[in-house]
């Protein structure tokens, strides 16, 4: 088991490009969760997905959005970068078929926005 | 809102001895999990401990212990028998018991060990 993988490990944008980071749950795993952690700072909840729908959302702009696929894979888009969203981003997916599920999480991709 | 606190930004512990890192939080919730995740350098998140609100014993995992005081909401976490291994970032986490991914983080603690 591969457990959660993230691309690309590192990624250098321009201010006002777009930028898709993609996941792959550990397998068995139904929902997939997106967290950016600034330098410095602890994850932040940026939205979660579960069956290809956004089920909650974090206080980011809708610049931020998502998408799920019928494999559970996940993509996030950024929209129109700016540098404050210099980051890593990590997933985190789990299973929802049991009252307490752990969520495991992607070694993440390092944004960088010049 | 919930708001998760740690004011220990580094802390440093001889090998082989014994570290407590702290944790506040702020909830209305009566039901939810607290967590201590690490992070090494390698940036994976790696799940330390669990501890369930409703359950007033304290959780222990090998070396791993947390002191939970749910009135005071506190949730440190001790470490014994300090090993090099256990350099990392060391983050505090909280989620409602029924809201399955929407963690809240603490701003961490970065702990280093001498050997």
């Known amino acids: 088991d591969a457990g959660v993988t993230q691309s690309p490990t590192h990624l250098i944008k321009t201010r006002g490009q777009q930028v898709t980071l993609r996941c792959s749950p550990k397998?068995?795993?139904?929902?997939v969760s997106w967290y950016q952690q600034a330098l410095g700072q602890g994850p932040q909840f940026i939205f979660q997905?579960?069956?290809?729908?956004?089920?909650q959302r974090g206080n980011f702009p809708d610049r931020f959005s998502g998408h799920q696929f019928p494999n559970y894979s996940s993509e996030l888009n950024v929209n129109a970068l700016l540098l404050g969203d210099s980051a890593l981003y990590l997933c985190?997916?789990?299973?929802?078929?049991?009252?307490?599920?752990?969520?495991?999480f992607g070694p993440g991709t390092r944004l960088t926005v010049l | 809102a919930q708001t998760v606190t740690q004011s220990q930004p580094e802390m440093s512990v001889q090998e082989a001895e014994t570290v407590t890192l702290s944790c506040t939080y702020d909830?209305?919730?009566?039901?939810?999990?607290l967590f201590w995740y690490k992070q090494p350098p390698s940036r994976q998140m790696i799940l330390v401990i669990r501890?369930?609100?409703?359950?007033?014993q304290n959780a222990t995992e090998n070396r791993f212990s947390v002191n939970f005081q749910k009135a005071a909401k506190s949730f440190s976490l001790k470490i014994s028998d300090s090993q090099l291994g256990d350099a990392a970032m060391y983050f505090c986490?909280?989620?409602?018991?029924?809201?399955?991914?929407?963690?809240?983080f603490g701003s961490g603690t970065k702990l280093n060990v001498k050997p």
């Open positions: 501890q369930e609100a409703y359950k007033q």
């Open positions: 986490a909280y989620r409602r018991r029924y809201n399955f991914n929407k963690f809240y």
């Open positions: 985190a997916s789990s299973w929802t078929g049991t009252l307490y599920n752990e969520q495991f």
């Open positions: 397998s068995g795993h139904d929902t």
């Open positions: 909830t209305s919730e009566s039901d939810y999990y």
């Open positions: 997905y579960y069956e290809e729908e956004e089920r």
